[in-house]
């Protein structure tokens, strides 16, 4: 279980972390020195980086966190294991709806120097990552909380 739980810590550390920097820190400098011909190509290529790892993450983090939830007896886990994997599960859908939907938006408006468009992209694509951000700090509340009670 203590590899699991690695892999699983890993995991976390990359997409929440990555998501925290990003919204936190590289947002607000990115808006503060970048005009839209700039910035949306340096969020694309930024995502595109990202997004690699955020699926190597989310691999970690289901099958560590569904075996983890095995050892602790399946049906028997602890109620926090099951808060977690349900709001990981809403947090994986939300991914993939940003990679499967306003992420190529904004690779196809960057193509074609719509920055218009790719602006609106990136906004959906910002709200959602906060969205997952929050879901994601909750997670570890609950991963941290939950095992005190």
Do not use: C
Request: aromatic share 12%.
């Amino acid at each position: 279980m203590d590899i699991a739980r690695w892999l699983h810590l890993l995991g976390v550390a990359v997409w929440i972390g990555g998501m925290f920097f990003a919204y936190m820190a590289l947002r607000p400098a990115a808006v503060a020195v970048l005009e839209p011909p700039l910035r949306l190509p340096l969020w694309h290529q930024t995502l595109s980086r990202f997004f690699r790892w955020v699926w190597v993450a989310v691999a970690l983090i289901l099958g560590s966190g569904l075996h983890m939830i095995a050892m602790l007896g399946g049906h028997a886990a602890p109620v926090y294991a099951w808060v977690m994997l349900a709001i990981g599960i809403v947090m994986m859908l939300i991914f993939a709806h940003v990679f499967f939907a306003p992420y190529r938006r904004l690779g196809r408006a960057v193509a074609a120097g719509d920055w218009k468009a790719g602006g609106a992209a990136l906004g959906q694509i910002r709200k959602l990552v906060g969205l997952n951000l929050v879901l994601g700090l909750i997670t570890i509340t609950v991963a941290t909380v939950g095992k005190m009670l």
